[in-house]
């Protein structure tokens, strides 16, 4: 059993809601993943999104797109992603971890090798942004054999087939995107997203993440009134890609932090 659902029940005790920032692994410099991970948990992150860097990343805007850029120019593959992760769990054997990538590295390596490989580091779970479910209900089943959650996408465009095979096959937790589009794209509608919040609330008891378009703690706030989890990952990326240098993981947690006291007002 992975950490996920654990922490989803703590935090629908506190009637609280969870915080997952997404941050690229590599990036700002190969050096600063694992301490920015641990740096985002003592910020108030409750689930950590740690993006593989790929050269393709078609669900991303600009700015992860860059953060994947650098990244694979520092040489940062999926092993060494594995290897933050085994690093972060010398000190953190509590918080959530969740691969969210592309299927390409994970084919390059084996799916079976990925699984017992990420099981062995730490990782909870994994959102292969093109494995569909139609398509990948053998893996799903590996993942949970190896004690991992299989995490899907659902779009203002998703139609109610989409949802139930989503239903199906999904654990951990659902992640809507609130918008058309890439990452860091668009004006977030929250009266839309809360109409297909509750349309896939009627398919499923997973928790609901929302991300694409969340910006400060005010959008935050708003989103969490409806949803069980707020993801926010551009946002965290552009403040490290403007930060003085050697100041960006202080940024990224300081601006995590924030959210993180606008999520938890009364």
């Given amino acids: ?30 050096g600063d993943t694992v301490a920015l991970m641990h740096a985002l948990v003592r910020a108030g992150a409750d689930v950590i999104e740690l993006g593989v860097p790929f050269s393709d990343p078609m669900a991303d805007g600009p700015v992860i797109q860059r953060a994947s850029e650098r990244a694979l120019e520092a040489g940062v593959s999926l092993d060494r992603v594995l290897g933050y992760v085994t690093d972060f769990r010398k000190r953190d054997g509590d918080t959530p971890v969740v691969l969210m990538g592309y299927a390409n590295p994970i084919e390059a390596m084996g799916v079976e090798a990925f699984a017992r490989d990420a099981q062995a580091a730490g990782v909870d779970g994994v959102l292969i942004v093109d494995y ?76 609901l993440g929302v991300g694409f378009g ?36 202080e940024r990224a947690a300081a601006l995590v932090h924030g959210i993180r006291e606008a999520l938890d007002r009364p």
């Fill in 132 to 207: 569909p479910p139609e398509e990948c209900t053998e893996f799903a089943a590996l993942m949970r054999r190896h004690g991992m959650d299989m995490i899907f996408l659902l779009a203002p465009t998703s139609t109610d087939a989409r949802i139930e095979q989503v239903a199906r096959i999904a654990s951990g937790y659902v992640y809507y995107v609130s918008l058309k589009g890439v990452t860091g794209a668009g004006h977030l509608d929250v009266a839309e997203v809360a109409t297909k919040l509750s349309a896939i609330r009627g398919r499923t008891a997973l928790p």
């Fill in 1 to 30: 059993m992975s950490r996920i659902a654990p922490a989803f029940q703590r935090l629908a005790a506190q009637s609280r809601k969870a915080l997952i920032p997404f941050v690229t692994a590599g990036d700002p410099t190969a």
């Fill in 214 to 249: 969340i910006r400060d703690g005010e959008s935050a706030r708003a989103i969490g009134r409806m949803a069980d989890a707020v993801v926010i990952g551009s946002r965290i990326i552009q403040e490290m890609e403007e930060a003085p240098h050697g100041a960006a993981v």
